[in-house]
């Protein structure tokens, strides 16, 4: 996000940290809270958390949390 000019607009998702990959080791997850921090000097134009469960075709319940992020560098 350093290389992000002034007035410019990112947008991304992050892993949460309630999803089913959440313990990979070679992987980051996030909370709100670690979320805030990252993103304190940017405006943020939306910051959508998402859960969700669901069946795969074999039955099993995989569970998705990402937050989807637009920001904006001022």
Request: aromatic fraction near 10%; avoid cysteine; charge should be neutral.
């Given at each position: ?6 007035g ?8 949460g940290h309630k ?14 809270k670690?979320?805030n ?9 939306t ?7 669901q069946?795969t ?18």
């Open positions: 996000l350093a290389l992000l000019q002034t410019g607009i990112f947008a991304f998702h992050l892993f999803g089913q990959w959440a313990d990979k080791q070679k992987m980051t997850f996030h909370d709100k670690s979320i921090e990252l993103l304190k000097n940017l405006e943020v134009i910051l959508k958390e998402i859960e969700n469960k069946k075709d074999e039955g099993h319940v995989t569970t998705d949390h990402i937050f989807q992020v637009v920001v904006r560098k001022s």
